[in-house]
């Protein structure tokens, strides 16, 4: 993990974190499903969003008020008063809808793809578009962009394949030496 800078690190363990969260959850449904006793609960309270976003209903069970997450056109189905088929999971407390595990198999595989996006080599690729952006503008403007064109061009120096890179990018270093040897006269 030395490759990696700090925020990437963070996001990668992050990611790590929710695949293996998403994976116990996604287990525990699935004996749910298995093993689950299937029982109607009575709806006592809807939340609706008129947006196209997640919306909940509330079920009031052994106490405790419990909020099932489910689509807003899904969610008009249940008013309060209404029976929904469920299945409880009195170890952790929470409860699962019939036929969800494709639901929680997707939330595997966002956080899967959220851990392969946290660790591709973001550094190469910013660093390649900030070369291209400086060669595309044709001129340097500051030190750090003339330190960039520099381990540029150690990194591709003996690539017969990128002669013409070189030699435009020691234009520009030539054309940058001239205008700060004026400036600083």
Same mark, same amino acid.
């Given at each position: 993990?030395?490759?990696?800078?700090?925020?990437?690190?963070?996001?990668?363990?992050?990611?790590?974190?929710?695949?293996?969260?998403?994976?116990?959850?996604?287990?525990?449904?699935?004996?749910?499903?298995?093993?689950?006793?299937?029982?109607?609960?009575?709806?006592?309270?809807?939340?609706?969003?008129?947006?196209?976003?997640?919306?909940?209903?509330?079920?009031?069970?052994?106490?405790?008020?419990?909020?099932?997450?489910?689509?807003?056109?899904?969610?008009?189905?249940?008013?309060?008063?209404?029976?929904?088929? !469920?299945?409880?999971?009195?170890?952790?407390?929470?409860?699962?809808?019939?036929?969800?595990?494709?639901?929680? !198999?997707?939330?595997?595989?966002?956080?899967?793809?959220?851990?392969?996006?946290?660790?591709?080599?973001?550094?190469?690729?910013?660093?390649?578009?900030?070369?291209?952006?400086?060669?595309?503008?044709?001129?340097?403007?500051?030190?750090?962009?003339?330190?960039? !064109?520099?381990?540029?061009?150690?990194?591709?120096?003996?690539?017969?394949?990128?002669?013409?890179?070189?030699?435009?990018?020691?234009?520009?270093?030539?054309?940058?030496?001239?205008?700060?040897?004026?400036?600083?006269?």
């Amino acid at each position: 993990m030395k490759d990696y800078n700090g925020t990437q690190k963070v996001f990668i363990v992050l990611a790590l974190f929710c695949i293996v969260y998403n994976l116990f959850f996604y287990f525990q449904d699935a004996n749910l499903e298995k093993e689950g006793l299937v029982k109607l609960y009575e709806v006592n309270r809807q939340l609706y969003r008129r947006s196209k976003t997640i919306s909940s209903i509330q079920v009031y069970f052994k106490g405790k008020v419990h909020r099932i997450r489910m689509g807003s056109e899904e969610s008009l189905k249940y008013p309060v008063g209404s029976k929904i088929r !469920l299945i409880y999971n009195d170890e952790f407390d929470y409860f699962y809808r019939p036929g969800g595990l494709t639901h929680s !198999l997707g939330k595997v595989f966002i956080a899967l793809a959220f851990l392969i996006l946290s660790a591709l080599p973001w550094d190469k690729f910013m660093y390649r578009l900030q070369v291209n952006q400086i060669v595309k503008k044709g001129r340097i403007s500051k030190e750090v962009e003339y330190e960039l !064109l520099i381990s540029r061009i150690d990194e591709i120096y003996g690539d017969i394949k990128k002669v013409g890179e070189i030699e435009k990018l020691n234009k520009l270093l030539i054309a940058f030496n001239k205008n700060y040897k004026k400036s600083s006269r």
